[in-house]
């Protein structure tokens, strides 16, 4: 309590019970030159206490050099970029992680807007648009077209507008990660990620960032950029049968739907022309394939409906 000559005012101290949140990030690397620049970048971004871990798979020159930058090593055992972010993952002490690409092809700052948005509880898990950035040469038409052919399938499946779900750069918090951990990772790339947070009822999003044209040695991701692609699409429509069976039984549905159209059109145009109507069993199967198509359409709304309830039962246990 203070006096002033005007009266008794009390001085009120609010104790700060905000903790700081620790930030984690992970990086994949083969054998990158370009990693040995971003690693003191991202300690000048987001300061020198965030935990950098390398899960590394190189020459001994190479690690002995990597181990003078004074980040966290851990060896690649397992192949593919999945295994090697699971294993930073688990390993990583964060409250928010956060990985990025070693070959310095991802704009550094992506990183800092994607733990913003989750810091301000906007999101759960955020990927780096590269398609919001693309710089000169980055990417070919080729490549283009497969993000964003394999960014639409991943958007119709589960309800959310991602248009680049490849990228090789995303943040997710602690708690959603944990959700995941134990799952065995198959080649999906970052797409790995994204299927199964999105499967478990995280909110997703994305923010542009820059993408620039490799500087140092080729893609390690895949032999067949095209086989790969192939098999994310294949993780991506596999996981719609218990994500969304909606789509799967719609599908199916209107395929009967179409087909008995088009019989039971063909049956109309030989009655007009003819005048006479002989086609009875052309008739009934068209019939048929109408009311299964309408069957699997209705099988697939009472499936999506009992899915739907399933989940928020399991986050609200959770």
Request: charged letters at 25%; proline letters at 2%.
């Given at each position: 309590?203070?006096?002033?000559?005007f009266g008794?005012?009390?001085?009120?101290?609010?104790?700060n019970?905000?903790k700081k949140?620790?930030?984690?990030i992970v990086?994949?690397?083969?054998?990158?030159?370009?990693?040995?620049?971003?690693?003191?970048?991202?300690?000048?971004l987001l300061g020198n206490?965030?935990?950098?871990?390398?899960?590394n798979?190189?020459?001994?020159?190479y690690l002995q050099?990597?181990?003078?930058t004074?980040?966290?090593?851990?060896?690649?055992?397992k192949?593919g970029?999945e295994?090697a972010i699971?294993?930073?993952l688990?390993?990583a002490?964060?409250?928010?992680?956060?990985?990025?690409?070693?070959?310095?092809t991802?704009?550094?700052?992506?990183i800092?807007?994607?733990?913003?948005?989750i810091k301000s509880n906007?999101?759960?898990?955020v990927l780096?648009?590269?398609?919001g950035?693309?710089?000169?040469?980055?990417?070919?038409?080729?490549l283009r077209?497969?993000n964003?052919f394999?960014?639409?399938?991943?958007?119709?499946?589960y309800?959310?507008?991602i248009?680049?779900?490849?990228?090789?750069?995303f943040?997710?918090?602690?708690?959603?990660f944990d959700e995941?951990?134990?799952?065995?990772?198959?080649r999906?790339?970052?797409?790995?990620?994204?299927?199964e947070?999105?499967?478990?009822?995280?909110?997703?999003?994305?923010i542009?960032?820059?993408?620039?044209k490799?500087n140092y040695?080729k893609?390690?991701?895949?032999?067949?950029?095209f086989i790969?692609?192939?098999?994310?699409?294949i993780?991506?429509?596999?996981?719609?049968?218990d994500?969304?069976p909606?789509?799967i039984?719609?599908?199916?549905?209107?395929?009967?739907?179409?087909?008995?159209l088009?019989l039971?059109?063909?049956?109309?145009?030989?009655?007009?022309s003819t005048n006479?109507?002989?086609l009875t069993?052309r008739?009934?199967?068209?019939f048929l394939?109408l009311?299964?198509?309408?069957?699997f359409i209705?099988?697939?709304?009472?499936?999506?409906?009992?899915?739907d309830?399933?989940?928020?039962i399991?986050r609200?246990n959770?």
């Amino acid at each position: 309590m203070f006096k002033f000559p005007f009266g008794d005012v009390k001085m009120v101290f609010k104790k700060n019970n905000s903790k700081k949140l620790r930030i984690s990030i992970v990086i994949p690397n083969m054998q990158e030159e370009a990693l040995f620049g971003i690693i003191p970048k991202l300690r000048n971004l987001l300061g020198n206490d965030i935990e950098i871990i390398i899960v590394n798979m190189s020459s001994k020159e190479y690690l002995q050099k990597l181990q003078k930058t004074k980040v966290t090593i851990l060896k690649q055992e397992k192949k593919g970029v999945e295994a090697a972010i699971i294993k930073g993952l688990k390993y990583a002490h964060g409250d928010i992680l956060a990985s990025i690409d070693a070959d310095g092809t991802h704009e550094l700052d992506g990183i800092k807007k994607a733990i913003d948005l989750i810091k301000s509880n906007k999101a759960d898990f955020v990927l780096g648009n590269r398609f919001g950035g693309l710089q000169k040469e980055s990417m070919n038409a080729y490549l283009r077209f497969g993000n964003a052919f394999l960014s639409l399938l991943y958007s119709i499946v589960y309800r959310i507008h991602i248009h680049d779900v490849l990228t090789g750069l995303f943040a997710v918090k602690r708690e959603a990660f944990d959700e995941i951990r134990d799952v065995k990772p198959y080649r999906a790339g970052i797409g790995f990620f994204a299927i199964e947070i999105a499967k478990r009822g995280y909110k997703i999003d994305e923010i542009p960032i820059k993408y620039y044209k490799r500087n140092y040695g080729k893609s390690k991701l895949a032999k067949s950029k095209f086989i790969y692609g192939i098999g994310v699409a294949i993780h991506i429509i596999r996981s719609a049968r218990d994500f969304s069976p909606l789509l799967i039984f719609s599908g199916i549905g209107i395929l009967f739907i179409i087909a008995g159209l088009a019989l039971g059109i063909h049956i109309l145009i030989i009655f007009l022309s003819t005048n006479t109507f002989t086609l009875t069993g052309r008739a009934l199967a068209s019939f048929l394939f109408l009311m299964i198509g309408v069957l699997f359409i209705i099988a697939g709304l009472i499936l999506d409906l009992l899915t739907d309830v399933k989940r928020k039962i399991e986050r609200i246990n959770n």
